[in-house]
C-alpha cells in the first residue's frame, strides 16, 4: 500500500513539473537530436523508469521462485 502512495506522490509531482514547464528545450540523447518540453521528458524519464524497475522485479522474483523449487526437490530427494 506504501508504493502505492510514493509512485501517486512521484507522478503527481512529475505531471506538476510538467505543467509548469511549457517551453521547449534542446534534447540531445546519442545521435538525436529533438525539441521537448521538460516536463514531457521527466515524464517519459519516469514511465521508463516505472516499465525497467517493473521488468526487473519480474525477473527477480522467478528467479527466486527456480531456486525455491529446486531446493524444495533436493530437500525432498535427499530426506535424513
Given at each position: 500500500?506504501?508504493?502505492?502512495?510514493?509512485?501517486?506522490?512521484?507522478?503527481g509531482?512529475v505531471?506538476?513539473?510538467s505543467?509548469?514547464n511549457?517551453?521547449?528545450?534542446?534534447?540531445?540523447?546519442?545521435?538525436w537530436?529533438?525539441?521537448?518540453?521538460?516536463?514531457?521528458a521527466?515524464?517519459v524519464a519516469?514511465?521508463?523508469g516505472?516499465v525497467l524497475?517493473?521488468l526487473?522485479?519480474s525477473?527477480?522474483?522467478?528467479q527466486?521462485?527456480?531456486s525455491r523449487?529446486?531446493?524444495?526437490s533436493?530437500?525432498r530427494r535427499?530426506?535424513?
Open positions: 500500500m506504501i508504493h502505492i502512495v510514493l509512485i501517486l506522490i512521484v507522478a509531482t505531471l506538476t513539473f505543467a509548469q511549457e517551453i521547449p528545450t534542446t534534447v540531445s540523447f546519442l545521435v537530436q529533438f525539441e521537448l518540453s521538460p516536463g514531457l521527466a515524464a519516469m514511465l521508463a516505472i524497475m517493473q526487473l522485479a525477473l527477480r522474483s522467478k527466486q521462485a527456480g523449487r529446486s531446493l524444495e533436493l530437500s535427499y530426506r535424513w
